[in-house]
């Protein structure tokens, strides 16, 4: 097989990373793009009282195994499948089971925070940047936490001021000057989308 490319999608709480990274694995051939999420590699907190995972702060780069993270995506460009972590949102915990991802044409990696780590920027062939307006992050962040993740709205808004904003504006704002394609509103950008899947089927049918 020839040697993936990798693409990294970044962008605020909401910005429709996941959309966009859907769309574009859907526009590609089929079985030739997987995704893994960043989220997936939260470090597991099951050692802690419930009351202290609720403390933990998710939105900065250290509560994420970047390191397990570097070694599933060498596996990857060597040809190898991974078994990926699958975290539980509501227990913030790694559940047992893990989820098989094989090698594939083009892995795509998204995440708020993939961006902020060297190691993962140099990794990446494509980096690509979802910019949206923060009234509708917060909305879109708001829905789901509270549809998906069983989250009531004050425990959502006390996270919200207390560490997304906050670290929103340190790590994953500052980190928009590395992306190489900045895209407006996300998922709704059909120009944006057609243009990249385009250029992705191209290089790929390139890349030796």
């Not at 307006?133 to 936490?145: G, T």
């Not at 340190?170 to 895209?183: C, G, N, T, Y």
Request: charged share 25%.
């Amino acid at each position: 097989m020839k040697t993936p490319f990798f693409v990294g999608i970044a962008g605020g709480t909401g910005s429709g990373k996941t959309t966009v990274a859907r769309k574009v694995a859907a526009g590609l051939p089929p079985g030739t793009a997987v995704i893994i999420e960043h989220d997936a590699y939260y470090h597991d907190h099951c050692e802690l009282q419930e009351w202290e995972r609720l403390q933990v702060n998710y939105d900065h780069p250290d509560s994420l195994d970047n390191d397990l993270l570097m070694a599933h995506l060498t596996q990857l460009k060597s040809g190898e499948e991974v078994a990926t972590p699958i975290y539980d949102y509501k227990s913030h915990c790694r559940i047992l089971e893990t989820r098989t991802v094989n090698p594939a044409s083009v892995v795509i990696l998204e995440g708020i925070l993939v961006f902020t780590d060297e190691r993962l920027r140099q990794f990446l062939d494509l980096k690509i940047f979802v910019d949206t307006d923060a009234d509708i992050r917060i909305m879109r962040r708001v829905r789901r936490d509270i549809e998906e993740r069983g989250r009531d709205f004050n425990s959502v808004r006390e996270q919200y001021y207390k560490t997304v904003r906050p670290m929103h504006q340190r790590f994953v704002e500052p980190s928009k000057r590395h992306a190489d394609l900045i895209i407006p509103e996300g998922g709704s950008n059909r120009v944006a989308l057609d243009a990249i899947v385009g250029n992705l089927i191209y290089v790929v049918g390139n890349k030796g």
